[in-house]
């Protein structure tokens, strides 16, 4: 099976931030996200969402040049993100990759991953 892969939307420039939107849709059972380049970016919240089928969403990251090992992301808590139910979290880190993960799940697993990420940007003049 393919990893699922990302869209982005950006949603502009107000307030000296940038704001974007990455979304994995409906990730089926036993599934990756493609990983995003997310160090640019480094307030991040997780919203997750969708037909669960006893599948389970752990957010991961890597700060490797080039993506091999991952390891799973943090709340600020410095609870680990991992979701077998809907709900919002914040992500703690700022990895240069970041990624979900689908384990588990039966035939109906259907699972959303939608990321707001935000950058600030300073403005000259």
Not at 3 to 12: C, F, P, Q, R, S
Not at 82 to 104: F, H, K, M, Y
């Amino acid at each position: 099976m393919a990893d699922t892969a990302y869209k982005v939307e950006h949603l502009g420039i107000s307030a000296g931030n940038n704001i974007i939107v990455v979304s994995w849709l409906a990730m089926p059972k036993d599934n990756l996200g493609v990983p995003w380049c997310s160090a640019e970016y480094p307030d991040k919240t997780v919203h997750i969402r969708g037909t669960f089928d006893a599948g389970t969403v752990t957010i991961e990251g890597t700060n490797e040049l080039i993506p091999v090992n991952y390891i799973g992301l943090a709340d600020p808590q410095g609870t680990a993100i991992s979701q077998g139910i809907a709900g919002i979290e914040a992500i703690l880190e700022n990895p240069l990759w970041i990624r979900p993960r689908v384990t588990g799940g039966g035939a109906a697993c259907a699972i959303d991953v939608i990321m707001v990420a935000r950058r600030n940007i300073r403005r000259l003049g």
